[in-house]
């Protein structure tokens, strides 16, 4: 029984360690689109993001700086696709896949001229990362045996072992559901993404608005990366995000645009992913060992399987994705 509550444990914070970074970014594409503006560039924010928290933190020997440079680096990008989208109506897709793009090749370059390390940050040491603010719950054993099976492996080790980022993530989610359907922001982002002549016909500026949405997305995925290169990993790697960005896309649409039914597809993967690194080399009864390669593809295998079932039964904000042109 005490095995069984330690690996239901460790499964437990596994899966809100792997969904966290996916929240952060599901929540800064739902805050976009439900302004009207499609930003396919998560995926690129949040990369670039995590070489900079990674970069500045091993400069500075600080994980506030780095937390700070992935916020400004994130939000520098946002407002290029704002520049880009919003203010010259370009293109919403062509902007974000450039960002992404942009953001695999120069993290790469900039990380081989500053550090000659192949691409990779400096690793960090454990002073400089985000550590768990709890470290005597981050062992289940240890937990267990301090506190007692149930609260020590299932609720101490599952649910209080982990760092501020993590907890900062589902914060967020609150944050966001409150702004959208109790503040007079909220109401206004909403409306812009349905209608956005209406919001201007009121005297409120649409590019504005739009702006806002895509520079409060952007702190959401600054803290996306930094949580990536300063709490899950020690450093940064070349496309360290592995199609997070897309699978936070596929989650939100899944979620059809709203908070809630976001954060349970964003669990559901987490805990797709926490299963299949627990899978890996295990034996299944009557299918023997299952590849490796095939447990690490059953998140992206249901990134595809979501948005080919509900992506037309989907209703998204009417205005997603089209520029808006103030009538003369």
């Given at each position: 029984m ?7 444990g460790?499964?437990?914070?596994s899966t809100l360690?792997?969904?966290a970074?996916l929240l952060l970014a599901?929540?800064?594409?739902l805050?976009a ?11 690129g ?11 500045a933190?091993?400069?500075?020997q ?17 407002l290029?696709?704002?520049?880009a ?14 960002i992404n ?7 790469v370059?900039?990380?081989i ?9 400096p ?5 400089v ?13 240890g937990?267990?045996q301090?506190?007692g ?26 944050l966001?559901a409150?702004l ?14 349905e209608?956005?002549?209406m919001v201007?016909?009121?005297g409120v ?12 997305g952007?702190?959401?995925?600054g803290?996306?990366?930094a ?9 940064f790697?070349p496309n360290?995000?592995a199609g997070?960005?897309?699978i ?9 645009w709203r ?14 992913d926490?299963l ?8 299944l009864?009557?299918?023997g ?5 095939a ?5 992206y295998l249901?990134?595809v399987?979501?948005l080919?079932?509900?992506i037309?039964s989907a ?9 808006y042109?103030?009538?003369?």
């Amino acid at each position: 029984m005490d095995d069984t509550l330690v690996m239901l444990g460790s499964v437990l914070a596994s899966t809100l360690r792997l969904t966290a970074p996916l929240l952060l970014a599901a929540l800064a594409g739902l805050l976009a689109e439900r302004s009207g503006v499609v930003d396919l560039g998560l995926e690129g924010k949040m990369l670039a993001a995590a070489f900079a928290a990674a970069a500045a933190a091993a400069v500075s020997q600080s994980a506030l700086v780095g937390v700070v440079a992935a916020i400004g680096v994130a939000g520098a990008l946002a407002l290029v696709h704002g520049f880009a989208c919003v203010t010259h109506r370009g293109d919403q897709v062509i902007s974000g896949m450039a960002i992404n793009m942009v953001a695999a090749g120069l993290t790469v370059v900039l990380g081989i001229a500053w550090f000659a390390t192949g691409g990779q940050t400096p690793t960090l040491p454990p002073e400089v990362r985000i550590q768990a603010l709890a470290p005597s719950l981050t062992e289940p054993l240890g937990a267990a045996q301090q506190h007692g099976a149930f609260l020590g492996a299932l609720l101490g080790h599952g649910l209080f072992s982990h760092n501020v980022l993590v907890y900062a993530a589902f914060a967020s989610l609150a944050l966001v559901a409150y702004l959208l359907a109790r503040t007079r922001l909220g109401l206004r982002l909403r409306a812009v993404g349905e209608n956005p002549a209406m919001v201007d016909a009121a005297g409120v500026s649409v590019a504005w608005l739009r702006y806002r949405a895509l520079l409060m997305g952007a702190v959401l995925c600054g803290l996306a990366g930094a949580y990536l290169s300063l709490a899950q990993n020690a450093n940064f790697s070349p496309n360290m995000t592995a199609g997070r960005g897309y699978i936070a896309l596929a989650a939100m649409i899944f979620g059809r645009w709203r908070p809630l039914p976001t954060l349970a597809a964003c669990l559901l993967f987490g805990l797709l992913d926490a299963l299949a690194i627990r899978l890996q080399g295990v034996a299944l009864p009557g299918v023997g060992e299952v590849p490796v390669q095939a447990i690490q593809a059953l998140p992206y295998l249901l990134t595809v399987v979501l948005l080919a079932g509900f992506i037309g039964s989907a209703v998204a904000p009417k205005a997603l994705g089209r520029p808006y042109v103030k009538e003369r």
